[in-house]
């Protein structure tokens, strides 16, 4: 299902974010940073306790200053993460535990599910109307001696290339289907 794997690698980057940002902020310094615009120019005041105006840093602190708006910014990368992947994880607990709405059909028994029209196809269905869609062509196979790993004879090497790669992915196709207007 592309949802989960979508889940599972937000849930690997989410991980790999909230590590990261743990890591940054062990080395970062202590104090939070304000800012206040004077006469054109930000001035920066490092505050180690909160409701203090804090210390103004000159312009040799710069880097201190940029630490600081960076740890700031970590702190609410991490929430924010953190918070996420809680929510990510209960979701895929939801999806590990309870029948999701487009897999129900498949939990019927076969008789049950001879008399239930589903609120879409299975993979099966799909692929069985796909094929009763796009017959294969018409005109008889091509005066070549090509044949793909499926078993068709195509007309140059480029369409073996493609015929094999989406039969070895498992992928269904027909070659020179009819077009239908």
């Not at 590590?19 to 120019?41: D, M």
């Not at 129900?104 to 799909?126: A, G, H, M, N, Y």
Request: positive net charge; contains cysteine.
């Amino acid at each position: 299902m592309w949802l989960e794997s979508a889940v599972n690698f937000r849930i690997r980057s989410l991980e790999t974010i909230i590590s990261e940002k743990n890591n940054a902020l062990v080395n970062a310094p202590e104090g939070n940073l304000k800012i206040h615009p004077r006469h054109g120019a930000d001035r920066y005041y490092r505050v180690m306790e909160k409701n203090t105006d804090g210390i103004y840093m000159p312009r040799g602190e710069f880097d201190t200053a940029r630490e600081l708006a960076q740890k700031s910014y970590d702190e609410k990368v991490l929430a924010s993460a953190e918070a996420e992947l809680r929510a990510l994880r209960h979701a895929q607990s939801f999806y590990n535990k309870k029948c999701p709405v487009e897999a129900c059909f498949s939990k019927l028994s076969p008789q049950r599910q001879k008399l239930v029209k589903p609120i879409r196809l299975t993979d099966e269905q799909f692929i069985e109307k796909w094929k009763r869609d796009h017959p294969p062509r018409i005109e008889g196979k091509p005066q070549t001696d090509l044949k793909t790993k499926k078993g068709d004879f195509v007309r140059s090497r480029a369409e073996i290339i493609i015929a094999d790669h989406l039969y070895s992915e498992g992928l269904i196709y027909q070659f020179e289907t009819p077009l239908v207007c």
